[in-house]
């Protein structure tokens, strides 16, 4: 639906933070599905941990964040959207089943659980060859991008 130049387009990260390679579907403002290939390049893995590479869990946590980043910012016209940054607001019910490791691909379905005006509550769940790895619900605050 979205391939990663479209995704830059949208999305302030960049390497090595830009934990999005693709979405794969997408339903304005109620839920949308990313995808992240995880390779054994990923710079948080010569750390984490050597020998036993896994991905952190808290940047499992940001991808699917990112992901549901680009559900809100695509509503956005580019000028209003060169304005603003998602933050995290709050993380709740964050659970890890599973580790994630290089040659995994990370399949993030992300719903809209509350919106209002400048903030959203979602429920994402991460997945590897169907099985969920990771699950939690994130608050996402929009504000003013620092000058």
Same mark, same amino acid.
């Given at each position: 639906?979205?391939?990663i130049?479209?995704i ?6 960049r390497y090595?933070?830009l934990?999005?390679?693709?979405i ?7 839920r949308?599905?990313g995808?992240?290939?995880v390779?054994?390049?990923e710079p ?5 941990? *050597? ?9 499992i946590?940001?991808?699917?964040a ?7 910012l695509?509503?956005?016209d ?13 993380i ?6 599973? *580790?994630v ?13 509350q ?21 939690a ?8 991008? *620092?000058?």
């Amino acid at each position: 639906m979205l391939t990663i130049q479209e995704i830059i387009k949208l999305l302030p990260h960049r390497y090595p933070f830009l934990l999005v390679d693709r979405i794969l579907e997408l339903e304005p403002g109620e839920r949308i599905v990313g995808l992240k290939n995880v390779t054994a390049n990923e710079p948080f893995f010569q750390g984490h941990f *050597p020998g036993a590479p896994v991905m952190p869990g808290v940047l499992i946590i940001e991808a699917m964040a990112q992901v549901g980043a680009v559900m809100f910012l695509r509503e956005l016209d580019p000028i209003e959207r060169a304005k603003k940054l998602f933050y995290f607001g709050g993380i709740n019910k964050a659970k890890f089943r599973r *580790p994630v490791v290089p040659g995994d691909q990370l399949i993030m379905e992300i719903v809209v659980l509350q919106r209002r005006a400048g903030s959203a509550r979602l429920r994402g769940e991460a997945r590897v060859d169907g099985v969920i790895v990771a699950e939690a619900e994130i608050l996402s605050t929009m504000g003013p991008r *620092p000058e």
